[in-house]
């Protein structure tokens, strides 16, 4: 859906909230209460927030942002001789102007590298041909840029399995009510590369075009240029979703809003790189197993409330979303 622009003045300064996780994994009911209190605001808001205290090590994200770096530096038939479309699981390079996410736009200025868990031919996930499940590819000589990516993803699985936990708490649900939704999940870790925004962009023309994200959560980083803007359906108008050092932006995705009775929200946001530098920005995925199913929370429903949603498996769910026109080529 393209969004027409509104003529107030955009939002200048940050205003998603900024939520100190520090201790989630050992919290006391204490603290836990206090974490789920800031959670269940903002995701009935606009489904977008900050984290800090996260405990993701600095020096692996700076590793992993020097990796990708040299990665996109690479000759464009380096990079193309692991393009995604020679993967049967999306895994790969995707070059500039290959993805229009905002409808009746111009192709999004920026170029990707798609990456996931690593799982085995023989693995039944792989076998059964689940979305999102299978092998990387990777250009040749890269066995640091392997190591940090593999760690990276690791370690975002294992902190978006706890945000789910803390979600689970901000909507009165036992902690473990995701348990089986977070086993062995499809995740996908984006490496994103945008070029500055040209002086002369076309009508529309945008590093990433307005959308809402497909799955579960999405744990963000950014580096320090900037460009990410998140649309305020109250006010209607973009805010500017500023990087802030040691934070990730967490956003929820279609399926939640599915999962909750749009409760909870997913919201449409975008990127326009005006820095007048190179952009570079790590999106993590969590979609959760694709086999699970999503079906309305009973702590969602209003009395006499029912339902806006069929149950779906997120496997379904996730495929119904690619079939969208932009994505006619996937899956």
């Known amino acids: 859906m393209m969004v027409t ?4 003045t955009e939002a200048l300064a940050t205003s998603l909230p900024i939520i100190d996780i520090t201790g989630y994994s050992t919290a006391t009911p204490e603290l836990e ?20 205290g996260h405990g993701i090590d600095q020096s692996l994200i700076s590793e992993l942002l020097a990796q990708m770096q040299l990665f996109f530096g690479l000759p464009k038939n380096q990079k193309r001789a692991i393009d995604k ?8 390079y995707e070059a500039i102007k290959n993805q229009t996410l905002e409808e009746g736009t111009p192709p999004d200025l920026k170029e990707g590298f798609y990456l996931g868990a690593e799982y085995a031919d023989d693995h039944p996930m ?12 990777w250009p040749s000589n890269s066995e640091c840029f392997q190591k940090a990516s593999n760690q990276y993803i690791n370690e975002m699985t294992e902190l978006a399995t706890s945000l789910m936990s803390l979600l689970a708490l901000s909507l009165n649900l036992p902690k473990n009510y995701f348990a089986a939704f977070n086993h062995e999940p499809a995740v996908t870790l984006r490496m ?9 962009p076309l009508p529309n023309e945008k590093g990433c075009g307005a959308h809402t994200d497909f799955g579960g959560l999405t744990l963000l980083l950014q580096d320090h240029n900037g460009g990410l803007q998140v649309w305020d359906r109250k006010q209607e108008y973009w805010i500017d979703a500023k990087p802030i050092k040691g934070s990730f932006i967490v956003n929820l995705g279609d399926m939640i809003s599915r999962w909750t009775n749009d409760k909870y929200q997913s919201t449409l946001h975008r990127v326009i790189n005006k820095s007048g530098k190179e952009r570079y920005s790590m999106p993590f995925f969590f979609t959760g197993n694709p086999e699970h199913i999503v079906s309305c929370i009973p702590t969602c429903l209003d009395p006499n409330e029912s339902p806006k949603y069929p149950p779906i498996s997120v496997e379904q769910h996730m495929r119904n979303m690619y079939k969208k026109p932009m994505f006619d080529n996937k899956y």
Do not use: M, T, W
Not at 5 to 8: D, P, Q, R, S, T
Not at 36 to 50: H, M, N, P
Not at 85 to 92: A, E, V
């Open 126 to 137: 792989v076998q059964a041909g689940r979305f999102g499940y299978g092998k990387n590819q």
């Open 5 to 8: 622009e509104n003529k107030k």
């Open 33 to 52: 209460k206090e974490l789920c209190s800031k959670i269940r605001e903002a995701c009935s808001d606009k489904g977008f927030f900050y984290i800090v």
């Open 85 to 92: 479309s020679l993967s049967p699981n999306d895994r790969g």
């Open 192 to 200: 994103l590369h945008y070029p500055p925004q040209p002086e002369n």
